[in-house]
């Protein structure tokens, strides 16, 4: 590979500049609140070559080959130890987000990314986001991120732009990373330093067929733009979500070894086919999938019927690496509508952390240690261990369905303080309500409610095992539990509860509110907005608190400035008349934060479904 100085390395453009950069949480940058923005026509025309071929840096580096690869200009390098030890091996198809992203196949010591320079790289397919997986580095070390436009051109001959983020590779969040691996490969050896890359969602204009990807220039003389896989976010190909749970954190487990967990969820939408999706979120290493079953729920741990054998690309078993997806194959299987379901996961190996949803408020079940793959179990008689959490599991799909709403929130919309195991979430609610009716279409309902979660700070540090499990922002997840799921039409954020009650202001919340409404709005979702429900008494939730809850309902109220396609009032649902700072007595669920039943199905009630389309 040819080499330069460090200088010619990394001091060979002029400085990209940050102004117009998005708000709180935010990695892709928001071209408009209808879409990408069209573009000019390129100022020079460049042959489009595939990605691989214009690789011209080196970022992976042996241990036992010190100084082989460069990827900031200053000798240092990711570890090709830790990709390896995280199922990023060369050549693998890394599903992220619902784009395919292949890890470069480099020869050892081969260049495996570009420096985004203008490059045209070609590409195809249509869709409605282009994902990149990037990093950005800094000569003289860890810096701040590095952004750019790019165009991208269809077959028609159209063109739009997109703004493109990449955090500093050793400073980014660790909330929003694709992968983070524990060592710097430094020109001295390895060194304990957490490393990170990013896979980062750009619009792009819908129906349109690509042609290219005109690359961000590349003028900053200090810092650099590295892009080391692209791909369009696959289609969902008549897919409707019917059930969904965010990753909330990393948990320690067990050990578990050689155990099967038999997960029970309920669905809302229901086809004649059906397919599940696991994820391994905020991992440092894979997790091995030895089988799955779905099943119609019977009593308990029992199913109704024969379990039904899922199935990985044809194979019985899969293997996720750290930071991805997996989807199962479509399964012939009919879901009911408002089904439960029984989703069945073999773990052979000794398990000691995965990524969790924390609160249910639902029993699952698990076998005890060594009792093997009990995934095709009818009875009940194997899994008499009870499980609090829905590890690796995040969604249920069926064909043939409407589309879905996505409800984004915090306890509340997890259901705390609902009956336990009766499915009276809010979200629940409102799917039965859309059930129940013909004049719309019947949506299903996707609850992506985190308990403990704030719009604006992140509460699960995002990486390594944590007891707080209280997910990363709203702003941080927002591509992960929102925009990335199953034909999702229309999402209601309802959260900010507990940002006031951190301390976090009206100012901080609303632009944040707003920020995600623009990034819905650019990949063709609604977004409705429902003002925060009132929580006098709480033994935080104080008037000071109040008043920015005050403030933000009556943003909310006024539409956001014209951000928001909908705004549905909780706060009036449920909230005393004579103490408006206070919920309805009959309506609390007895802490004065988390409503009943009964306050969940106001909340339902109050939901325009009209609003929903």
């Known amino acids: 590979m040819l080499r330069t100085s460090r200088l010619g390395r990394e001091r060979r453009h002029r400085r990209w500049t940050t102004a117009g950069a998005v708000a709180v949480g935010t990695l892709c940058a928001i071209a408009s609140a209808a879409g990408p923005a069209l573009a000019e026509p390129a100022r020079r025309d460049r042959e489009p070559l595939p990605l691989e071929r214009l690789f011209d840096n080196t970022a992976v580096g042996e241990a036992a080959l010190p100084g082989q690869a460069d990827f900031d200009g200053e000798g240092n390098a990711l570890p090709a130890q830790d990709l390896a030890a995280a199922g990023w091996t060369p050549g693998r198809t890394l599903l992220i987000d619902r784009s395919p992203l292949r890890w470069p196949p480099a020869a050892e010591g081969g260049p495996d990314n570009v420096r985004a320079a203008g490059q045209a790289v070609r590409l195809g397919g249509r869709g409605g986001a282009l994902t ?18 790019g165009t991208v051109r269809y077959r028609d001959g159209s063109r739009s732009t997109y703004r493109l983020t990449a955090p500093d590779w050793r400073r980014g969040p660790l909330t929003t990373k694709a992968v983070g691996l524990p060592h710097v490969m430094t020109p001295a050896g390895p060194r304990a330093e ?4 990013y896979a980062v969602t750009v619009p792009l204009l819908r129906g349109r067929e690509i042609e290219s990807v005109v690359l961000p220039e590349s003028p900053d003389e200090d810092r650099t733009l590295h892009v080391f896989s692209m791909a369009v976010q696959g289609p969902t190909n008549g897919w409707t979500g019917s059930w969904a749970a965010s990753p909330s954190g990393y948990a320690a487990v067990g050990p578990w070894t050689d155990r099967t967990l038999r997960l029970v969820v309920h669905g809302s939408a229901g086809g004649p086919r059906t397919r599940i999706r696991l ?13 799955a079953t779905v099943a119609l729920r019977g009593r308990g741990a029992a199913a109704a019927g024969k379990p039904r054998e899922l199935t990985f690309g044809g194979r019985a078993g899969a293997d996720i690496p750290a930071g991805t997806q997996q989807f199962s194959d479509p399964l012939g299987f009919r879901v009911p509508e408002g089904a439960d379901l029984l989703v069945s996961l073999h773990l052979p190996g000794t398990v000691r952390a ?16 060594g009792a093997g793959d009990r995934t095709g179990d009818g009875g009940a008689g194997a899994f008499g261990v009870p499980l609090d959490s829905w590890p690796l599991l995040t969604g249920v799909d069926v064909s043939d369905g409407a589309g879905s709403v996505v409800a984004l929130g915090d306890s ?15 979200p629940d609610l409102l799917g039965r309500r859309l059930r129940a009716q013909h004049a719309l279409p019947r949506l299903g309902v996707l609850n992506e409610g985190i308990s403990g979660n704030r719009v604006v700070t992140d509460r699960y540090p995002g990486d390594n095992t944590s007891t707080v499990l209280s997910g990363v922002s709203a702003g941080h997840r927002f591509e992960r539990d929102v925009l990335a799921q199953t034909s999702a039409h229309t999402v209601i954020v309802f959260e900010g509860v507990n940002d006031i009650r951190a301390g976090t202001t009206a100012r901080q919340v609303i632009p944040a509110l707003r920020a995600m409404a623009a ?3 650019e990949r063709g979702l609604r977004f409705a907005a429902a003002t925060i429900a009132p929580c006098g008494g709480f033994h935080d939730c104080t008037p000071q608190a109040d008043a920015e809850r005050v403030a933000i309902n009556r943003d909310i109220r006024a539409g956001g400035g014209g951000a928001y396609d909908a705004v549905f009032d909780f706060d009036a649902a449920i909230r005393d008349p004579q103490h408006p700072e206070r919920m309805l007595p009959a309506l609390d669920g007895g802490d004065h934060l988390h409503p009943n039943d009964a306050g969940m199905r106001a909340f339902a009630d109050s939901i325009d479904l009209r609003e929903l389309i």
């Not at 957490?194 to 890359?197: A, C, G, M, N, P």
């Open 354 to 369: 995965l990524p969790v949803h924390s609160y249910t408020n639902q029993v699952s079940y698990m076998t005890a240690d």
């Open 279 to 291: 994820e391994n979120t905020f991992a440092p290493r894979p997790v091995r999938i030895g089988h």
């Open 519 to 521: 990034r819905a709005h």
């Open 132 to 149: 990149f997986l990037v990093a950005g580095t800094t000569a003289g070390g860890p810096g701040e991120d590095v952004t750019g436009t």
């Open 194 to 197: 957490t490393t990170r890359l």
């Open 412 to 426: 509340i919309t997890d259901g705390e303080r609902s009956t336990p195991g009766a499915n009276g979430r809010w």
